[in-house]
């Protein structure tokens, strides 16, 4: 049977008279001028103009829903319904509220589908886009349990947490990545442009020329000639291996093994990994979502083909009526700390906690981890930066050099 098409709603311009006569103006998000006048006049205002704003001045102002603005769309949620707000109105407070078109669109979108009968989970799961699985299960169980104001606040939480460690790693690694991509546009400027400047220069000389020198000369010929394969090469590899991530499982797989082996950078993705899989599973169990359930959804959230598989294989275990402590330790995926913290959870019927305790110390341990990598970092760019510029005004100057010492 087909569902019905959810009818997305629109952005109105409106004018009216307060109850003192006076004009004022405002927008509305509605899925007709009808709806906007109806809830004018339930705020106490007259509406004298209604008119639907139009898709091309709307479209200019929207802006990409990230994942930061579903983290402080939930706590907002969680805040409104702790403070005795019904849902629906705090659906219409943070949708008008909200700064992002598109942000308003989806809040108003979700308001209207609550309005007309619909959970909540089953709303969200509309929009697989901006909540994953977890977070509707999670949902789901707080609905069905009567506790979704508590649910929200741990999904507020747990999202919060997790783009904040999100974010340290990607402000730790922009800086180096920048001046490495910015010293790889200096060098070709220079054996595109400079380098066959000094090659005139050089040709008058009457002399042979050091290795060293022919050598980046044959370098800058050969990238004035072919500057778009090397274009073409980095976007081609970056565009390859981004779908072959995507549609290669077994590709996925070995990449994510690849990267857990780097030095440095895949021990901190590895302890990034047990955060965000020890933050999940204690949410989860927490909101009492049953085990097995919920290591479905960790298993998504692990961000890693590895660990994915092997959580899985764990879940599958513990449906036998294996302890999740023994599974994890069979995968050989974990340290022995988090195995141990959890078989103590088991045991002492907090595993919630436990699996709390185990995320805050590797969240910590990646925060430490990410600061040690800055430091490391900045004196190998400023080596790769001596290697590639250095290098070439070195081999531009050597010919000057043994014109000198010639005569």
């Not at 294996?322 to 913290?341: A, D, K, S, Y």
Request: aromatic share 8%; glycine share 8%; hydrophobic share 50%.
């Amino acid at each position: 049977m087909a569902q019905a098409s959810v009818i997305k709603p629109d952005i109105f311009a409106w004018e009216g008279t307060d109850k003192k006569g006076k004009k004022i103006k405002g927008e509305s998000s509605a899925t007709n001028p009808a709806m906007v006048k109806a809830d004018l006049r339930r705020q106490g205002i007259r509406p004298l103009k209604v008119r639907k704003k139009s898709a091309l001045f709307t479209s200019a102002k929207k802006k990409k829903i990230l994942p930061k603005d579903i983290a402080i769309f939930t706590r907002q949620l969680s805040t409104m319904m702790g403070a005795g707000v019904p849902l629906v109105q705090s659906f219409e407070i943070i949708g008008k509220g909200h700064e992002n078109p598109s942000m308003q669109e989806l809040i108003m979108t979700i308001k209207a589908d609550v309005e007309s009968g619909g959970t909540l989970a089953d709303t969200l799961r509309k929009h697989p886009l901006y909540f994953d699985e977890l977070v509707c299960n999670l949902v789901a169980a707080g609905e069905q349990a009567g506790i979704l104001e508590g649910l929200l606040d741990k999904i507020a939480t747990y999202k919060e947490k997790t783009e904040a460690m999100k974010a340290k790693i990607k402000k730790a690694l922009t800086y180096p990545a920048a001046v490495v991509v910015v010293a790889f546009i200096v060098t070709a400027i220079l054996l595109i442009f400079v380098v066959p400047t000094f090659e005139e220069l050089f040709n008058g000389f009457g002399a042979e020329l050091p290795a060293f020198t022919q050598m980046v000369i044959g370098l800058s010929e050969w990238m004035q000639s072919n500057w778009w394969v090397v274009i073409l090469g980095v976007a081609g590899a970056v565009y390859g291996f981004s779908q072959g991530k995507k549609r290669s499982p077994k590709f996925a797989h070995t990449l994510d093994k690849l990267i857990l082996k780097m030095p440095i950078f895949g021990e901190i993705v590895t302890k990034a990994i047990i955060a965000r899989f020890a933050r999940t599973m204690s949410t989860m169990f927490a909101a009492g979502v049953p085990l097995v359930e919920a290591m479905e959804s960790v298993a998504g959230a692990a961000g890693n083909e590895l660990y994915k598989e092997g959580i899985l294989d764990m879940r599958d275990n513990v449906a036998t009526g294996q302890q999740l402590q023994l599974t994890m330790q069979q995968t050989g995926l974990f340290p022995n700390m988090v195995v141990q913290m959890v078989a103590i959870g088991e045991e002492s019927g907090s595993l919630d906690k436990m699996l709390g305790k185990v995320a805050d110390f590797y969240e910590e341990e990646v925060d430490n981890a990410v600061d040690n990598l800055s430091s490391l970092l900045e004196p190998m760019i400023m080596a790769i930066l001596g290697v590639l510029v250095g290098g070439l005004i070195i081999a531009m100057y050597l010919p000057i050099f043994k014109m000198g010492s010639v005569v």
